[in-house]
């Protein structure tokens, strides 16, 4: 039998989880948006990045099926790596324009990010105990922020120093680190 986890682990846990739930989102709607601006692209199409947010909106329509098939752990490690993977791509498109193939991957990047949203949910409700729920909040609500932060501003600010490729190259290098070692959260 395991040994039971200790509230501070599961606290760890779930801090390291929404993270990673928060530093798509703050991919999308904040440096990218900078991202394609400092491109050239018209604030119009810059403002249609929006219509990328409905993965979020829409997930209730395939929520069931995370629920059903598979563990949460593996629909939050596949998710992630094909964040990783989606970035790396989105790298190599011609950011002077929003051309089909990046509104493909930026529609996949919402999709995949939505999707994992759905299993870090789910496996942090079946991970904490009902006196726990509180302070995990708290602290769900912060990592989430602070991905919101290092996203929309310290990678926009490194983006500065190192240029865009590298800086994407981080961020997809700190998913795929993610996703291995979320590999290891307990079961």
Not at 13 to 31: D, K, M, R, T
Not at 40 to 47: A, K, N, P, Q
Not at 63 to 69: K, M, T
Not at 103 to 120: G, K, N, R
Request: with cysteine; charged share 10%; net charge negative.
């Amino acid at each position: 039998m395991p040994t039971p986890l200790t509230t501070r682990t599961k606290l760890f846990w779930v801090a390291v989880l929404y993270f990673a739930e928060g530093l798509p989102f703050g991919l999308l709607f904040e440096a990218f948006s900078v991202f394609f601006r400092t491109h050239g692209v018209s604030l119009t199409e810059i403002g249609l990045i929006s219509l990328a947010g409905l993965p979020w909106t829409l997930k209730f329509l395939w929520a069931p099926a995370v629920d059903l098939w598979g563990k949460r752990r593996t629909w939050i490690v596949v998710c992630q790596g094909l964040l990783a993977l989606d970035i790396c791509v989105l790298l190599f498109s011609d950011p002077t324009q929003m051309s089909a193939v990046t509104w493909v991957f930026l529609i996949a990047l919402a999709f995949f990010s939505a999707t994992q949203d759905i299993a870090i949910d789910a496996y942090t409700i079946e991970l904490l105990e009902e006196d726990e729920i509180g302070p995990a909040n708290g602290i769900r609500v912060s990592t989430y922020r602070v991905a919101l932060i290092v996203a929309g501003g310290i990678f926009v600010a490194l983006a500065g120093l190192i240029g865009w490729q590298a800086a994407f190259g981080c961020a997809a290098a700190l998913l795929a680190a993610s996703a291995i070692f979320t590999s290891q959260a307990p079961d």
